[in-house]
């Protein structure tokens, strides 16, 4: 048994950032914040970080169900009518709300015309894991009794995310594959570029105690 209660918590954590890393391509770009670099090696901090992971992960969703349409959650299908390309809001729509996260990114513009293809703020992590506290075929060896498990549940309520993604324009990519014939091949592809910025939080998103942003770059196909 893990003696240490933290890593019950650092576990659950460390499989939600198994998932977004095996679903989620492109390289990650750390904007460490001088505020937080001597917290670097603390449990709060590496909380944080898989947090702002799972932001990355939930906008690359997003952008994927609006390019290929979303799942109905009936039928288990993509609703193929409903898809279109993400695009930059126009300038009828308000512009994006500078909140600390949005500010944690000083190549995010500030300029009042600058528009985002959306701005997903305030949402829970919690939410998204405690499905894993509900299942019973769950079991972890540091949370062992209803006090422990309502401890872990505590610490992840503190935990917020938020992510911006911008439409970069068209964007060459490659695609690879094999014919019917069993030659591969790779071909240059049309698509488009999306910068995703994203910041897990810790505390209010006012006012947040750690906040660690990440970006990318994806490119979805036509």
């Known amino acids: 048994m ?3 209660k933290e890593k019950g918590f650092a576990l659950v954590l460390s499989l939600v950032l198994l ?19 001597s917290n670097n090696s603390s449990d709060e901090y590496q909380q944080t970080f898989y947090v702002a992971e799972t932001a990355l992960m939930q906008a690359e969703k997003s952008l994927v169900d609006k390019m290929i349409g979303p799942i109905n959650t009936g039928t288990g299908n993509r609703d193929r009518d409903s898809r279109f390309i993400p695009r930059n809001a126009d300038s009828s729509e308000p ?12 190549n995010l513009s500030r300029d009042s ?17 405690e499905p894993i506290f509900d299942d019973a075929s769950f079991q972890l060896s540091a ?14 309520r503190k935990f917020k995310y938020e992510f911006f993604s911008v439409n970069s324009g068209s964007s060459m990519y490659k695609a690879s594959g094999t014919s019917l014939k069993k030659t591969s091949g790779t071909a240059q592809r049309q698509g ?3 910068k ?9 998103v006012s006012n947040p105690e750690i906040l660690i942003p990440l ?6 196909a036509h």
């Open 2 to 4: 893990i003696k240490n």
């Open 19 to 37: 998932l977004a890393m095996s679903l989620m391509g492109g390289g990650l770009v750390v904007i460490a914040s001088s505020d937080h670099q």
């Open 95 to 106: 512009a994006p709300t500078q909140t600390p996260c949005y500010l944690s990114f000083r």
């Open 113 to 129: 015309a600058f528009r985002l293809v959306e701005h997903v703020q305030d949402q829970s992590f919690y939410s998204l894991i």
């Open 143 to 156: 949370v062992d009794n209803d006090e422990a498990v309502e401890d872990e549940r505590r610490k992840l």
């Open 192 to 194: 488009t570029a999306y």
């Open 196 to 204: 995703i910025y994203a910041c897990g939080m810790m505390g209010s």
């Open 215 to 220: 970006e990318t770059i994806v490119i979805l």
